[in-house]
């Protein structure tokens, strides 16, 4: 098997899972989140970086990569850890979220989705079979199933209808996947779809389950739910999953969500947020948000976050940054890039302690109130 995850010790407040998980190029401690580097590269940041500020794993996207610059070119030149030159692990999604994000370019069938190519329209058709080749040609070490993501909200009928087709398709790949010998160095997850309806969830997880896939990703959620749906989902869907195999909540990423999904029994988290917001200004502290480009940091003098030791936050002031971002400076996007994912790396780790203490509820709390939000009621942050 390409992965085996190891479990360590359950939370005895929470519940909440530390682990292991090793794969051809490492070991992951577990719960994890994932920077995404869509193109091959996680924008403004060098691999060694990713490293320095201890990023264990990373993401891409075949979608993207199948168009620019071609799973073929990639393959080429010895798959995606030496064409971007990293040698931790890394995690592929299916595409299927982008194919289907395309709602006015799209057609689906039994046998997949045809589409028009969001950068020159061209016409272009994404199967089961055709994910996980250009998943091996990537040479990820772990894998994506091809599924159908229903947007919310979507009647009953949908989402049973979709969630029946993720699994064909699921077990499509999954055959395909090991015909093709791969299985033994690259693990393909299944993806668990549903909504917000609980007897979905069950029933895609249960049918997922019985394909025996060495981890289960938890797909349609945070696509624009309020949280308590999205952590009502989360405790309707886990209890159906094993407990010797990850999981993987696709798509979050924000300090609240993390923690949330940690103590529903999630393992792996990825989103674009941290890299995303950084570009804009907006950075996460201790102390909750703070938006660089705002007058009131024109003669600030003092760091983003007196309690982080970053880079960053050692050597820059909240001023000489908002002046970075005021004249366009390339420079900014690095420095506020570089803190805000050594934020949530730092409270992954923190989160991994909390469990090996017993103590992820009391650390929970602490950190609400420390970045402003109601424990009862998170802000969407």
């Not at 091996?136 to 993501?149: A, P, Q, T, V, Y």
């Not at 917000?196 to 739910?225: C, N, T, W």
Request: charge should be negative; charged fraction near 25%; include cysteine.
């Amino acid at each position: 098997m390409a992965i085996r995850y190891e479990h360590i010790k359950t939370c005895k407040q929470t519940g909440a899972r530390l682990g292991r998980l090793h794969t051809p190029h490492g070991t992951i401690d577990t719960p994890i989140f994932m920077p995404v580097g869509t193109l091959a590269t996680v924008k403004t940041m060098t691999p060694e970086e990713l490293a320095d500020i201890g990023s264990q794993i990373i993401l891409s996207n075949t979608y993207h990569l199948w168009l620019r610059p071609g799973s073929d070119i990639v393959a080429e030149a010895g798959g995606l850890h030496k064409f971007m030159n990293w040698d931790k692990p890394i995690l592929t999604d299916s595409g299927g979220f982008q194919v289907f994000s395309l709602s006015d370019r799209r057609k689906i069938e039994e046998e997949g989705v045809h589409f028009r190519s969001h950068l020159d329209g061209s016409k272009l058709f994404l199967s089961p079979e055709k994910a996980m080749d250009i998943q091996h040609d990537l040479g990820s070490d772990i894998m994506m199933s091809f599924d159908e993501c229903p947007p919310h909200p979507a009647e009953h009928k949908y989402v049973k209808d979709s969630i029946e087709r993720t699994s064909r398709w699921a077990e499509r790949g999954l055959n395909h996947h090991i015909k093709s010998g791969k299985d033994k160095t690259q693990a393909l997850f299944g993806i668990v779809q549903g909504g917000e309806y609980a007897d979905l969830r069950a029933q895609s997880a249960k049918d997922l389950v019985s394909m025996d896939f060495p981890g289960y990703s938890i797909g349609g959620l945070s696509v624009g739910e309020p949280k308590p749906i999205m952590y009502r989902a989360l405790e309707e869907t886990i209890p159906h999953l094993p407990e010797d195999k990850p999981r993987y909540l696709m798509g979050v990423g924000s300090p609240d969500a993390l923690i949330e999904g940690v103590i529903r029994g999630v393992d792996m988290f990825d989103c674009v947020l941290p890299t995303r917001i950084a570009r804009n200004g907006t950075t996460m502290t201790s102390k909750g948000r703070v938006v660089v480009k705002k007058k009131i940091y024109e003669r600030d003098f003092t760091p983003l976050d007196a309690q982080c030791d970053c880079y960053t936050c050692r050597n820059y002031t909240k001023a000489y940054l908002r002046h970075l971002f005021k004249t366009d400076e390339i420079l900014g996007l690095r420095l506020t890039t570089y803190h805000n994912l050594y934020f949530l790396l730092k409270l992954m780790e923190d989160i991994r302690t909390a469990i090996l203490n017993d103590s992820l509820l009391d650390f929970k709390e602490a950190f609400f109130e420390s970045y402003g939000l109601n424990v009862e009621n998170p802000k969407n942050f």
